[in-house]
C-alpha cells in the first residue's frame, strides 16, 4: 500500500515538473552540457604482418609487351632530330655569329610592325641589322657553342642587333627613341656585356682616335729621348771647349791687357 502511494506521488512530481519545463519564455538555470572529442571509430586498423606478405606475394605482375624491333618509331630519336628548316636556320646562326662582333640581345615589349619598321631603317643606316630567330632554335645552338652563356638572355619575344664592327653609341641612341626595346646584353668581340658594360664601352673612343693618341705618344717620348740623348755629348763639347780656350796661350796674353785697363 505505501509503495502505491509513493510510486503515485513520483508520477504526479514527473508530471509537474514536465509543465513547469516546457513553460513558453522560460529556461532553465543550469543545463548539463557534455564535452570531450567522439570517440572515432573510422581509423583502418593495421593490416598484420602476415597477410602483408600473403598480398605481396600474391600481387598481379602484368607480362612485358612484347613489341618486335622496329614496329614503332622511337619517340626520344624523334625529339632529338632537327628538321631541314632548323638545321637551316642554325646554320644561317653559326654564320652571323662568325661574321658580326656585335651580337646586342633586346627584348620586344608588344612593338607594332610600323614601330619595328622605322627601328630597322635607323639602325640599317648605321649598319646595323635586325633579326629574328626562334628561341628554341638559338638556345639549341648556344649550347653546343662557346656563346652558351648567351642562353639566359633568350626569355621571351626577343630580336637580334647585329652589326659587322661595333657601333653601340649608335644603337644606344637609335634604342633611346624606342621604348618597346628593353636592351638585355650583347656579345661583343667575343665578350660578353650586361647593359651596364654595354654603355661603359660606348663612353670609350674609337679606334682611330686611340692610334692617333698612342702615335702622338709614342713620338713625344722620341723626341724627349733623342733631346735628352743629344743634351749630355752638347754639354760636354761646350765644358771641353771652355777648357781648351782657358789653356791656351793666346787667351792668356789677352786676359792680360784686360785686367790693365780694367785697373
Given at each position: 500500500m505505501l509503495a502505491a502511494v509513493i510510486r503515485?506521488?513520483?508520477?504526479?512530481?514527473?508530471?509537474?515538473?514536465?509543465?513547469?519545463?516546457?513553460?513558453?519564455?522560460?529556461?532553465?538555470?543550469?543545463?548539463?552540457?557534455?564535452?570531450?572529442?567522439?570517440?572515432v571509430t573510422r581509423h583502418r586498423k593495421p593490416m598484420h604482418i602476415l597477410r602483408q606478405k600473403l598480398m605481396a606475394v600474391t600481387e598481379y605482375i602484368p607480362p612485358v609487351?612484347?613489341?618486335?624491333?622496329?614496329?614503332?618509331?622511337s619517340q626520344t630519336k624523334q625529339a632529338q632530330e632537327d628538321t631541314a628548316f632548323t638545321l637551316l636556320l642554325k646554320k644561317n646562326l653559326k654564320n652571323l655569329f662568325q661574321e658580326?662582333?656585335?651580337?646586342?640581345?633586346a627584348q620586344n615589349n608588344a612593338s607594332t610592325a610600323e614601330d619595328m619598321m622605322i627601328l630597322k631603317n635607323?639602325?640599317?643606316?648605321?649598319g646595323i641589322n635586325v633579326k629574328f630567330?626562334?628561341?628554341?632554335?638559338t638556345l639549341s645552338f648556344l649550347k653546343g657553342s662557346i656563346y652558351s652563356n648567351m642562353a639566359p638572355l633568350f626569355i621571351g619575344p626577343t630580336v637580334l642587333f647585329v652589326s659587322k664592327e661595333p657601333k653601340v653609341s649608335e644603337m644606344l641612341k637609335t634604342l633611346r627613341s624606342s621604348p618597346q626595346m628593353t636592351l638585355l646584353g650583347a656579345c661583343i668581340d667575343n665578350t660578353l656585356l650586361s647593359v651596364e658594360?654595354?654603355?661603359?664601352?660606348?663612353?670609350?673612343?674609337?679606334?682611330?682616335?686611340?692610334?692617333?693618341?698612342l702615335l702622338s705618344g709614342l713620338m713625344m717620348l722620341t723626341s724627349h729621348t733623342s733631346s735628352m740623348l743629344q743634351h749630355h755629348p752638347a754639354h760636354?763639347?761646350?765644358?771641353?771647349?771652355?777648357?781648351?780656350?782657358?789653356?791656351?796661350?793666346?787667351s792668356s796674353m789677352?786676359?792680360?791687357?784686360?785686367?790693365e785697363k780694367a785697373t
Open positions: 503515485s506521488c513520483l508520477y504526479r512530481a514527473v508530471q509537474v515538473f514536465q509543465q513547469i519545463w516546457f513553460l513558453p519564455g522560460w529556461l532553465p538555470l543550469a543545463q548539463h552540457v557534455r564535452h570531450g572529442s567522439k570517440a609487351r612484347v613489341i618486335p624491333p622496329g614496329a614503332y618509331e658580326s662582333k656585335m651580337i646586342a640581345v635607323r639602325l640599317y643606316k648605321h630567330f626562334p628561341n628554341q632554335v658594360g654595354i654603355v661603359n664601352y660606348s663612353k670609350l673612343p674609337t679606334m682611330t682616335v686611340v692610334q692617333g693618341q760636354l763639347s761646350a765644358l771641353l771647349q771652355q777648357h781648351i780656350k782657358q789653356q791656351s796661350p793666346d789677352e786676359a792680360g791687357p784686360a785686367a
